[in-house]
């Protein structure tokens, strides 16, 4: 899956704000908002590919059971996200997906 990246952070939106969580960002949206403040994860290069398994390796280090998946347009790759969601719900994890909805 395409990656632009994983970090770690407080939760600033909706209704777990301020609580920890581990970001991943799904590279790629279709849409090109004017107030959009992720566009280096809408259009160009800059992302990374990775499996399922590596991403969830990655989110394990951090610690935390949190976990946000977002965009760019998370749904764009909504078959690996659906594949990340499910392994990572098994290993009981809470899971927010962010997307446009479009
Ligand atoms: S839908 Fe989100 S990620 Fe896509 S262009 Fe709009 S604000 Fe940016």
Redo the contacts with the bound molecule.
């Keep these: 899956m395409k990656i632009s990246e994983i970090f770690f952070s407080l939760q600033g939106e909706g209704i777990e704000i301020g609580l920890p969580t581990v970001f991943v960002r799904l590279f790629a ?1 279709d ?3 004017s ?2 403040d ?2 280096y ?2 259009e160009g290069r800059d992302f990374k590919d990775m499996t399922v398994g590596a991403v969830a390796e990655e989110i394990a280090s951090y610690g935390c059971r949190r976990v946000c998946i977002t ?3 998370p749904l764009i790759q909504a078959k690996e996200a659906a594949a990340l969601a499910a392994m990572l719900t098994a290993e009981g994890y809470s899971i927010v997906l962010e997307t ?1 909805g479009h």
């Design positions: 949206c849409l090109r908002c107030w959009c992720t566009m994860a809408v965009g760019g347009e446009s």
